[in-house]
Nanobody, 126 residues
Framework: VQLQASGGGLVQAGGLLRLSCAASGFTLDHYAIGWFRQAPGKGREGLSCISSGGGSTYYADSVKGRFTISRDNDKNTVHLQMNSLQPEDTAVYYC????????????????????WGQGTLVTVSS
């Protein structure tokens, strides 16, 4: 069971990136997926999550209106479209999968997740 986040990189302020979370060894369609980030010297922050079927999403205030989460269960992939990136968005970004029967708002918390992928670094220059 593996998750892999990809798509990070260096971008200027105001730019955009699209992160992907791919699974191997299991299918994502039974799992809610969350995106998190951890900046240097800071704790892990929940950004967004999407229900197993894709019908429900939730965003942290820090990214609401700028980030969009989506999933393609046929491709076993979840994406995080990040627009209007700012230097404070610089962090390592992680995706996680969880199959608990919790409300979508609760799934913004990292303790709801069982599987975590390796992170991808996003650096936003000013």
């Amino acid at each position: 069971v593996q998750l892999q986040a990809s798509g990070g990189g260096l971008v200027q302020a105001g730019g955009l990136l699209r992160l992907s979370c791919a699974a191997s060894g299991f299918t994502l369609d039974h799992y809610a997926i969350g995106w998190f980030r951890q900046a240097p010297g800071k704790g892990r922050e929940g950004l967004s999550c999407i229900s197993s079927g894709g019908g429900s999403t939730y965003y942290a205030d820090s990214v609401k209106g700028r980030f969009t989460i989506s999933r393609d269960n046929d491709k076993n992939t979840v994406h995080l479209q990040m627009n209007s990136l700012q230097p404070e968005d610089t962090a390592v970004y992680y995706c996680a999968a969880g199959d608990r029967a919790a409300s979508i708002a609760t799934m913004i918390w990292d303790y709801e997740y069982d599987y975590w992928g390796q992170g991808t670094l996003v650096t936003v220059s000013s």
